[in-house]
């Protein structure tokens, strides 16, 4: 029974050192949240879509810093990113946000080791919340959480002059994708 105790030690011990993160393969991304929204058109003549339990937010991806002295390639996607508010967090996406940001839209980025990327694009969180009014106005921040790796840790920062939100009313393709050149 002696050595039982001192192999299931032994075996809690590799468990716990495997599962620490490697900092030294770190990513730093670098984000503003650049508009709330409740609904968006496709096109100016278009129907809305609302959020039925949250609101959109859209997020600016000024950076990716992937230099770490063990860093390794990394894939920025956007389904590995994660909003966060008090009462929840939430994964979901608008299903048009590939034509509400075009060009703009920051998926499946590859930024190889040693590598910094600057105004990679945007991204949208469909925030699911029971209170979405209180996102509603220019200082209803939303964080970014990404998904863990402890190969490859990933820490989601908000830049350091994002102190103010667009509050944009039911926008179109166009002002979305403008908010991605501040």
């Given at each position: 029974m002696k050595y039982l105790h001192i192999i299931c030690f032994g075996f809690s011990i590799i468990a716990v050192t495997g599962c620490q993160n490697n900092k030294k393969a770190q990513v730093n991304v670098v984000y503003d949240q650049v508009a709330n929204f409740s609904e968006y058109k496709l096109s100016p003549d278009a129907f809305s879509s609302t959020s039925t339990s949250g609101i959109y937010v859209q997020y600016n991806i000024k950076q990716i810093s992937n230099v770490g002295s063990e860093a390794q390639t990394y894939v920025f996607q956007k389904d590995k990113i994660v909003a966060i508010t008090p009462d929840s967090t939430s994964n979901?996406?608008?299903?048009a946000d590939n034509i509400l940001l075009g060009p703009k839209l920051a998926h499946n980025i590859t930024v190889l080791a040693g590598q910094t990327l600057t105004n990679v694009g945007c991204i949208i969180k469909e925030v699911m919340t029971p209170n979405p009014q209180d996102y509603v106005n220019t200082?209803?921040?939303?964080?970014?959480?990404?998904?863990?790796?402890?190969?490859?840790?990933?820490?989601m920062k908000r830049a350091s002059n994002d102190n103010a939100v667009a509050l944009v009313t039911?926008?179109?393709?166009?002002?979305?994708?403008?908010?991605?050149d501040n």
């Open positions: 979901e996406e608008p299903g200082s209803g921040f939303v964080d970014l959480l990404h998904q863990t790796n402890s190969a490859q840790p990933v820490t039911t926008p179109v393709p166009s002002t979305l994708q403008n908010l991605c």
